[in-house]
């Protein structure tokens, strides 16, 4: 399931109360797709990572209540009291079985001990397939039929998306545009330290604001996605200098044709980002102009990442001539 249709469907299941349990391998956003959903809906959020837990830790610890005569259970403070939100069960396979056994109470009775969880609170755990090499532990059936499972995958124009809202560097929006298969490179039957993942590739966008030279900036980043992925992607960013003016671009809609491919990849992310920052209804006609020449399917592309992000130029001159010259790419 693709990241968009994923929060959709955790948004309609937290709303119905259904515990939810997202799947899939390590480093691609689970636990962000969460949290956007909570986000999203104005919901409180608290992240439980129970693979650092113990059993007392969710169940509370136990003391006497000398007015009961009877032994009771303190339940953590950690726990949400009042309100609605989504309570995060983190890498909830992770965990050893006796947590899992006091996370079953919980999800099963929303209870645990003397605590109760509040009526507005949905339950909502994620954790990495068996098949993964990580640390897990086969969650008993009983467990696994209180949740609807769904599973996360990793999907290039999604990631793209959520990248231009988060202010990736354009180097690496650029370079997955050009490489889609480098954006995620997690092979399970490999021992590799290092691999791309859509985090890793977030540590090297914020590695490249570094003062580090060549290479030490080698280094780091082959330590986030691995060294071949590393030298393929500083190679790439160094073409941005053969960028025509994106500036010169957006204000007079005309402007040098590039013919690299990669350099071409690099146009278009910059051209979007420089739109996203500073958007007003010349700079858009003036790039729709640009696009009219240039080669189709960067053309297309750049109109597509403009509109997955909301903005429309249906009310431009120029959307008219652009559609009746690609139009046919889009069907």
């Known amino acids: 399931m693709r990241g968009n249709e994923l929060s959709d469907s955790i948004a309609a299941m937290v709303k119905a109360q259904i515990p939810t349990f997202v799947w899939g391998p390590p480093g691609i956003g689970k636990s962000s797709i969460v949290k956007q959903v909570a986000e999203a809906n104005d919901y409180a959020f608290i992240d439980l990572r129970l693979a650092l837990m113990d059993p007392t830790d969710l169940k509370g610890i136990p003391f006497y209540d000398k007015e009961q005569h009877q032994a009771l259970w303190a339940p953590p403070s950690f726990l949400p009291k009042e309100g609605s939100g989504i309570l995060f069960l983190d890498e909830l396979n992770s965990a050893p079985p006796a947590v899992q056994a006091s996370a079953y109470q919980l999800i099963l009775d929303r209870k645990v001990g003397e605590y109760t969880l509040p009526e507005g609170w949905a339950i909502v755990a994620a954790g990495n397939r068996e098949g993964d090499r990580g640390v897990v532990y086969r969650m008993p059936s009983p467990l696994a039929n209180r949740f609807v499972h769904l599973d996360m995958e990793v999907n290039v124009d999604d990631w793209r998306e959520w990248a231009f809202s988060a202010d990736l560097d354009a180097r690496v929006i650029a370079y997955i545009g050009y490489k889609n298969e480098d954006l995620f490179s997690f092979d399970p039957a490999k021992n590799?330290?290092?691999?791309?993942?859509?985090?890793?590739?977030?540590?090297?966008?914020?590695?490249?604001?570094?003062?580090?030279?060549?290479?030490?900036?080698?280094?780091?980043?082959?330590?986030a996605i691995g060294k071949e992925r590393a030298v393929a992607f500083l190679s790439f960013a160094k073409v941005m200098h053969k960028l025509p003016d994106i500036e010169q671009i957006l204000n007079e809609g005309k402007g040098a044709y590039p013919e690299e491919v990669d350099v071409l990849h690099a146009l278009s992310t910059g051209l979007v980002m420089a739109v996203r920052q500073n958007n007003t209804a010349e700079r858009m006609e003036n790039l729709l102009?640009?696009?009219?020449?240039?080669?189709?399917?960067?053309?297309?592309?750049?109109?597509?990442?403009?509109?997955?992000?909301?903005?429309?130029?249906?009310?431009?001159?120029a959307f008219s001539k652009w559609v009746g010259k690609f139009a046919y790419l889009l069907a």
């Open 289 to 317: 102009t640009y696009t009219l020449e240039l080669q189709s399917e960067f053309a297309v592309m750049i109109v597509q990442d403009l509109q997955r992000a909301g903005y429309t130029m249906e009310e431009q001159p």
């Open 192 to 223: 590799e330290k290092s691999f791309a993942t859509p985090r890793s590739w977030e540590f090297v966008s914020s590695l490249l604001q570094s003062a580090l030279d060549d290479k030490l900036l080698l280094e780091t980043v082959a330590g």
